[in-house]
């Protein structure tokens, strides 16, 4: 089956600094790659679409500035949190799409957690 | 506006009994209705999509478009089916997702 990784699994950082996250389809080219944020024992809520070579697509309330998407390959896309606060940590999870019509199925990374202190 | 909605948190139920996660949405559109799963430190997984009809770990479910309903069923819970269960609908190619509900099968 399809794989996506993340890289880091975990990261703490101070506030201030930016931290970057991996998403990377690693068997199948992704078209198509999601950003979502999830909380403790709360759902899934996506932050941004990313397509291949185009700009990201920012649900509303979600900062663009702040969370800096870049998907330069359709193996790889990046979240960058910029100058984090307290507020930022959470549980970061990507999936990748093939962009297949007939089969749009998403496939998900292992997420990553973020702390900052 | 787009939502999708699983009015229970958490379902406890024994082992060999009969299961139910609802799952309600709202959609203008002609909606495709997912249910994933994420079992116990492990990643979020597709079990079921209202498109294929199939059956996946002995669970079913039917979209019901007069009600908004896509509630996910199993006949006879088994302990390796407690996870978390949540249910979603794709408007395009973004998925909405439920609160998820969590599924504990007790022996």
């Known amino acids: 089956g399809a794989v996506v990784s993340q890289h880091p699994s975990w990261v703490i950082c101070k506030s201030g600094t930016s931290v970057k996250i991996e998403c990377r389809s690693l068997d199948f080219q992704a078209t198509t790659m999601f950003w979502y944020r999830q909380f403790p024992k709360q759902s899934l809520m996506l932050m941004a679409t990313s397509n291949e070579g185009s700009k990201a697509t920012y649900e509303q309330g979600v900062e663009k500035d702040k969370f800096l998407i870049n998907h330069a390959s359709l193996t790889l896309s990046t979240l960058t949190v910029t100058s984090a606060h307290p507020e930022d940590s959470s549980f970061y999870i990507c999936s990748a799409s093939s962009g297949n019509p007939s089969n749009n199925e998403q496939f998900f990374g292992p997420g990553t957690r973020l702390t900052v202190l | 506006a787009q939502r999708v909605t699983q009015p229970e948190k958490l379902l406890s139920v024994f082992k060999g009994a009969p299961v139910e996660l609802k799952c309600n949405y709202s959609y203008s559109g002609s909606p495709e209705l997912f249910w994933y799963v994420q079992y116990s430190r492990q990643r979020l997984q597709l079990l079921l999509r209202?498109?294929s009809r199939e059956s996946i770990k002995g669970f079913t479910a039917d979209l019901n478009k007069g009600e908004t309903s896509f509630h996910l069923k199993k006949p006879f819970a088994q302990e390796e089916d407690s996870a978390m269960y949540y249910c979603a609908l794709t408007a395009g190619t973004a998925l909405i997702f439920g609160k998820g509900t969590t599924l504990s099968v007790s022996s």
């Open positions: 209202h498109i």
